[in-house]
Every structure is written in structure tokens, then in C-alpha cells.
């Protein structure tokens, strides 16, 4: 009798260690899951990779009042691997001013402007920043 009741106890630790077993398993599987999704969220690709996946820039292009007097700086960060050559359209439509500015942004750098040879970033000033095979991005400064 003591040797059936043992042996059922024993079988039922057996069953218990192996239910936990295969939730630590899971666990495990689903961090390891995750952690690969996570990478690969925050992962840097070349420009061919971003132009395979509909045409989008790789930038993150923002503006801030100048510290150096009045107007803009226009920042242009680049999140990809490679250099990337970008056309910047300047145009101002009160004043009928147009300028084209070719710059190259490393690979994964920011680079800052100020001003285009004698144009100063102000007020209802507009840039498109454009890349052959993607859609530009357009900026308005108020």
C-alpha cells in the first residue's frame, strides 16, 4: 500500500516538473521572441531597403528657432547606413524667391542648417527634401 501511494506521488512530481518545465520553455521562447522583434525594430538598413518598402526617406528632418539671431535651422537626421545625397528646394512665395541646394547627409548623422549661402531660413519659408525614387518631404517655416 505505502509503495503504491509513493509511486503515485512520485508520477504526479514527474507530471508537475515537466508542466513547468515546458512553461519555463515558453517563457523562455517568447523573451527570445521579443527581444528579436525589438532588434529588428530599431535595426539600421541600407537605402535600397527603405526604397523597397514603399519610397519613404530615411529622415527625420526638423526645425528650431536659431540661437545665433532671428530664424530657422532646418536638422536633418539620416537613419540610414549609407550617405544619402539629398536635393533641398528653398522657396519663399511672399517674397518670389526659389533656390535649389544640393548636401549629403552621412550615414546615420545628424547635420543642422542655418542658412544657404545668402539664404537665412525665416518665416513663410518652405523646403522639400527630395532623393530620386522616394516621395520628398515638405517643411513650412511660420
Known amino acids: 500500500m505505502l509503495l503504491a501511494v509513493l509511486t503515485t506521488l512520485l508520477g504526479a512530481a514527474v507530471i508537475a516538473i515537466a508542466i513547468l518545465a515546458s512553461v519555463i520553455q515558453n517563457r523562455d521562447e517568447t523573451i527570445r ?3 528579436e522583434k525589438g532588434e529588428g525594430a530599431t535595426a539600421t538598413h541600407p537605402l535600397y531597403y527603405f ?8 529622415i527625420v528632418a526638423s526645425s528650431r528657432k536659431s540661437l545665433m539671431g532671428p530664424g530657422y535651422v532646418l536638422t536633418i537626421r539620416n537613419e540610414c547606413t549609407e550617405s544619402i ?3 533641398l528646394a528653398l522657396s519663399n ?8 541646394v544640393n548636401i549629403v547627409v552621412e550615414a546615420m548623422q545628424t547635420a543642422e542648417f542655418g542658412h544657404f549661402d545668402n539664404w537665412k531660413l525665416s518665416g513663410g519659408d518652405a523646403v522639400e527634401i527630395s532623393h530620386e525614387g522616394f516621395s520628398s518631404v515638405t517643411m513650412r517655416f511660420r
Not at 51 to 58: D, F, Q
Open 51 to 58: 526604397a523597397a518598402r514603399g519610397g519613404i526617406l530615411p
Open 33 to 35: 521572441g521579443l527581444r
Open 93 to 100: 512665395p511672399q517674397g518670389g524667391r526659389h533656390k535649389s
Open 85 to 87: 545625397p539629398l536635393v
